[in-house]
């Protein structure tokens, strides 16, 4: 089975590149909404446990949770 060297997708007969930047934009995108899920999740797990939290925690929670949803989505995408 080949494999375009700019995209990684099927060669077959009919294949067209997207292009790279598409590829690189569409991967942005969607770690970037896997990034917000975690985060929504994360703040209502907060909630959840304290009833109410003060500003540095819930800011230390949100970047916690980005840092870790970044490199649960990177090593993923491996």
Do not use: D
Not at 43 to 54: F, H, K, R, T
């Amino acid at each position: 089975m080949a494999t375009c060297p700019k995209c990684h997708g099927y060669l077959g007969p009919r294949h067209r590149c997207v292009g790279l930047w598409r590829l690189r934009l569409r991967r942005a995108v969607s770690a970037t909404i896997a990034i917000l899920i975690a985060l929504v999740l994360a703040e209502g797990a907060l909630y959840l446990i304290v009833a109410n939290p003060s500003e540095l925690l819930v800011g230390l929670v949100a970047v916690i949770t980005m840092f870790l949803a970044q490199a649960i989505w990177s090593a993923l995408q491996q």
